[in-house]
């Protein structure tokens, strides 16, 4: 597996752990040791790790959650960095994310995402 196909894994079991509702798969792929940021679509920036788990246990405790599909992921690595852009779905809703990843002690860490609604174009 090369570098970017390992980063859209990582990418991936992002999107498993939100949908588990599994605050601690979540835990383990923020960072520990890097500046983290978080902006959920309609939220403000969150700029710290405690605020971001904070907010994912909100997300996943919330019965009314819908389930968030993700697609469309591409990365691209620029040594220790990696950038994803993916699609997201929930409840009907168009997203574009942006995921950053860190590498630390040989894995991929988030230590940044960011999601938004975008607007539907017809090709």
Same mark, same amino acid.
């Given at each position: 597996?090369?570098?970017a196909q390992d980063v859209v894994a990582v990418n991936e079991t992002?999107?498993?752990a939100l949908n588990r509702r599994d605050i601690a798969a979540m835990d383990v792929l923020w960072s520990r040791r890097?500046?983290?940021a978080c902006i959920h679509p309609g939220w403000q920036a969150l700029r710290t790790r405690e605020e971001i788990m904070a907010s994912w246990e909100a997300? #996943?405790?919330n019965p009314q959650q819908?389930?968030?599909v993700a697609g469309g992921a591409e990365a691209s690595v620029l040594d220790d960095v990696a950038i994803v852009i993916c699609r997201e779905f929930v409840a009907g809703a168009s997203l574009l994310a942006t995921n950053v990843?860190?590498?630390e002690e040989g894995r991929w860490r988030i230590v940044h995402h960011h999601s938004g609604p975008v607007? #539907?174009?017809e090709t």
């Open positions: 597996m090369d570098v992002f999107y498993e890097q500046a983290v997300i #996943m405790s819908p389930r968030i990843f860190a590498r607007a #539907m174009v």
